[in-house]
Each structure stands twice: as C-alpha cells, then as structure tokens.
C-alpha cells in the first residue's frame, strides 16, 4: 500500500459499552467520521483513531472502559499518530481528569458535544493533543447525519436527559436535564429513514414517557406516536425507556388502537419494597406498578413487559428482597436486566452507606435471576403453536439455511428459509420456546 493511500484511509475502531444512547451516539459519531473520511474498522490494532463510548451508569461498565483504554494505547508503540479518545458518561462526568490519569489519551468527548467530533479531529490532525469537549450549554443538533447502519432497524432519539432523580442514577447529571428534540424533525428523520429501506424505528430517550412535558405547544408522546403510525411504508414502532410515574392512559391506551406500535414494554421498576422505592426516590409505588401493568396487558393481552431491578440497595433487608421477588411472580416479566447496586459519585445514595455486602448483593441476584429464567422460559414455551409475525433481519448465525427475525413482543425467532426474506415480515408457527429465543416454521 502507497503511503497517499495509508494517508487519505484513515480508520476508526469505535467500542461502545452501555445503553440504547450510547449505541446510537457511537452511530452518529461514525456518521460524522465517515464525512471525514474515516471508514470503520474491527480491528483496533490497525485504527488511526479509537474512541471508546463510555458508560457509567454502574461501576463495572466504567472499570472496563478504563481497563480497555489501558490496552488499547499499545497502539502507540507501532504507530504514534494514533489518537486515542474517550467519549460518553464518563467522559462527561470525568472531563479533565481524565487526560491527566490516562497519559496516552488525546481526547475527551461529552454526549453533549458530538457533533465538535470533525473540528477536534481536524485540530489533532495538525498535532494538537488533550481536549476536553464536554456539557450540554447549546444542546446538540440533533440533524447529524443519518447513519448508514440503519437500515432495516434505526434508532430516533426523541428527547435526552432526565428530571427524575432517582437516588442512585447518575444520569442526569452526566446527560442533563430533559430536552424533546421537535416533533417536526423526529417525523421528517423517520420518514427519510423509510426511504432508505427502514422498516422499524426504536424512538429513544432516558424517559420516553414525558416526551414534551415541558414543551408547552408541542405534541405529547402519545399525539407522536399516532402521527408516527401514519407514515406509509414503517412497519413498526418501539420506544425505550419509559417510567411508571409517566405511563399515563393515553399510552396504555395507544396499544390497543396504533397498527404498528409493537406489544412490547420495558418499564424498570427497581425495586419491589415501597420503603426502598421511597428511598430511590422513584416516585411509584408497587401497587401502582402492578395496577399499570395490569392495565398494559388488558389494552394488549399479547403485550411483552420487560424490566430494569436492582439488589442491594442501601437498607434493603431480606424482607424488602422477598417483595422483589413476589413482584416479579405477580407481574411475570418476559425478560428482566438485573444489576446489583453500585454507589455512584455525586449521587444522593452514594452519601449512604452501602450497608449489603458483595455476597449478599451475589447471592440475592443469582436468586432473583434464577427464578427469573424459569419464568421466562415458561412464557416462551407458551408461545408454541401460535402463528407470530416476524421481521426476518438476517441469516441466524448457527446455520446458513435458518433465518433470524424478531416477533412484535422483540422475542428472536429462528426458522428455516433463504436470505431473500430478509427485511420482509412473515408470518412464523412457532414449535419451541427456548431459554433467549423461539424455534419455528414459515405459515402458508
Ligand atoms: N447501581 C446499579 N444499577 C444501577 N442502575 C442505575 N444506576 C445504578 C446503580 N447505581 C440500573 C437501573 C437502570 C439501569 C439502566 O441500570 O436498573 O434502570
Ligand atoms: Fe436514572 Fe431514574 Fe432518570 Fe432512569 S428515571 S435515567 S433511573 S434518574
């Protein structure tokens, strides 16, 4: 290869821990990279430049990322010109102190500044090193350009931040306060999305439910999700995440009446104690998280509830443990993400002590997790001898003649057929219902 060629290709290796946001944000910044002329690569040892998206929602995303950039400024051995940055929660949270404990870090990126990505790298390129790009104070354009990786399934991010305060998250201090991006602009991305072959859109957001709240004049989330509806040609919506407090009737009531707005729901509720979700500040209590789930599964008795729960909170004694677990069985979630608690600097919990020990945190999560799987399974196998419609999305790794595709409750369906499906919804007879996934056979 022609050192021209080495100069004018330049690559990126993007390693993204953390939610939904972050994978979308690492999106976006590869939209902008490739303007740029960078081409992605999966290999960080032959990258001109690797970002790493960081999360720091928990302890243990934040220690790997550390860990991974530790490893990664190898790179600068065979090539010295690499650049190394940070992006995401921690980069926002951090800022600064970052450069000065990881020596071989050029920059830092805030979820706030993404778009300033094309200006740094133009700056680094003429060999400036240590930037610190962070905060929220103009808002980030939102008309970024829309990645070519969405294809088939895009995200839209339709609001960021978040009000809640719950009192171990801290997300709103590392994403701010809650901004709704305009309608307009959400339902124009969308439709340019269906042109390009899109056929189901995630709308994202830290708290999706109280999209516009406080934009007086705007649509509510509900109004949005109708207007999505009508757009010809998008087969299907999702949303993630929502919150109990702000799951109204009007939402509830969009499942039965909204054609492509997929029976499928994840509504943390962290705790099953109503002393620790007072502590949590999360302002619902179990009954009420019972009553909404309830009345989701009236308005769509197909609908799929999935969930965010944590162990050991500070306080929580075995009883408040068993209330998790009770919730669990009276609400039958699908699927559930479990987490034990991890103190987070700046929050009002962290002030707290973190009175459970590792093994107690250990022990209530295998518990909670192994009951759980038996309840998932059960769903699932529930599931055999209906007909589900599935949007076939690819070839299933296992085998080249078994097609992969997801139901409307995001249950992955496997099932012998060619790759001309792909993109297209069929409509699948499922035969068996497995621990993460449904085996089947194309209908008709
Ligand atoms: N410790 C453990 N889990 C946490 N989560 C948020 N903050 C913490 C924390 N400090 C979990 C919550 C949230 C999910 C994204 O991460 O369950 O819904
Ligand atoms: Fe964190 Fe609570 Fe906001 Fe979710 S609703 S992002 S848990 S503060």
Redesign the pocket.
Known sequence: MSDKLIVMERRVYIKTFGCQMNEHDSERMLALLEECGYHETVKWEEADLILVNTCT?REKPEQKAYSIVGRFQQIKKNNPDAIIGIAGCVAQQRGEELLARIPALDFVLGPGKIYKLPEILHEMHKGMRGVCTVGFENGCPTNLPIPHTQQLRAYVTIMQG?????S?????SV?GRERSRPSGEILAEIHALVQRGTKEVTLLG??VNSYANNTPRELTFPQLLAKIDEIPGLERIRFT?S?PKDLTEEIIEAFGQLKHLCEHFHL?F?AGSNAVLER???GHTREEYLAKTKKLREAAPQISITA?VMVGFPGEGEEDFLQTLKLMRQVEFDGLFSFKYSPRKGTRAAQWRDDCTSEVKQRRLEILQELQRGITLKKNKELEGTAKEVLVEGRSRNSPHTMKGRTRCNRIVNFPGGSELVGELVTVKITEGLQNSLRGGRCG
């Open positions: 929602v978040c009000d809640n305060f719950c171990y998250c801290i997300v709103p994403r830290q708290n995440t919150h943390p962290q949590m500040n999360r965010d």
